[in-house]
């Protein structure tokens, strides 16, 4: 089974700041990380695919980066409603897993 | 746009089963190009996945270990529909679980997710 860890589990930012998420998986996994942003009381929604595609509707200021073990999302000019939790997901071998999640507060 | 609309009970007795139903519009579950998913969130265990259905000349079916012996995902054509039951369920399987379409790798679109609860 392939681990992810994400680091940081906690960050508290400020609007308008940059923020990066990393993401680091047990095995290489090519470009087969996604990453979803969950907000409280609802699913989670898709927000890049395949380490760097955007998925379609998510804002621009959204971007992830990194291949094989070392991924990275990175949220520019962050907006009171990116306040959320952020999952790092491999869909490259069965069973599929998930990051522990990083929660993002806004100060 | 695929929508995924989950329903089942919420309550569940230890050692009983749980079973959800998840209601596709926007694509069919027969679809060639999407799977089915079935996942679940506990504080204990964050974000789990359980297993799948999926379409390719003839239908298949994948689990997580973890569950294997117990689990079961079904598609139901007629219905346009997949269902999920857990078998001999404990205290350990409460948790928030979800319907998932999955393109390739990705989780496109989620069902509102259902919260079950086991009693002891």
């Known amino acids: 089974e392939i681990v992810l860890t994400q680091s940081p589990d906690f960050q508290s930012v400020t609007p308008k700041e940059k923020v990066t998420i990393t993401c680091r998986a047990s095995q290489s996994i090519g470009t087969n990380l996604h990453w979803y942003q969950q907000k409280p009381d609802q699913s989670p929604n898709l927000l890049i695919k395949h380490a760097s595609q955007s998925f379609s509707g998510v804002p621009s200021r959204f971007s992830g980066s990194g291949s094989g073990t070392d991924f990275t999302l990175t949220i520019n000019s962050l907006e009171a409603e990116d306040a959320a939790t952020y999952y790092c997901?491999?869909?490259?071998?069965?069973?599929?897993?998930f990051g522990q999640g990083t929660k993002l507060d806004i100060k | 746009q695929v929508q995924l609309q989950q329903s089942g009970p919420g309550l569940v007795k230890s050692s009983q089963t749980l079973s959800l139903t998840c209601a596709i519009s926007?694509?069919?579950?027969?679809?060639?190009?999407?799977?089915w998913n079935w996942i679940r969130q506990s504080p204990s265990r964050g974000l789990e996945w359980l297993g799948r259905t999926y379409y390719r000349s003839k239908w298949y079916n994948e689990y997580a270990v973890s569950v294997k012996s117990r689990i079961s995902i079904n598609p139901d054509t007629s219905k346009n529909q997949f269902s999920l039951q857990l078998d001999s369920v404990t205290p350990e399987d409460t948790a928030v679980y979800y319907c998932?379409?999955?393109?390739?790798?990705?989780?496109?679109?989620w069902g509102q997710g259902t919260l079950v609860t086991v009693s002891s």
């Open positions: 998932a379409r999955q393109g390739t790798g990705w989780f496109g679109a």
């Open positions: 926007g694509d069919t579950v027969s679809s060639n190009s999407a799977a």
């Open positions: 997901h491999q869909g490259d071998s069965l069973p599929y897993t």
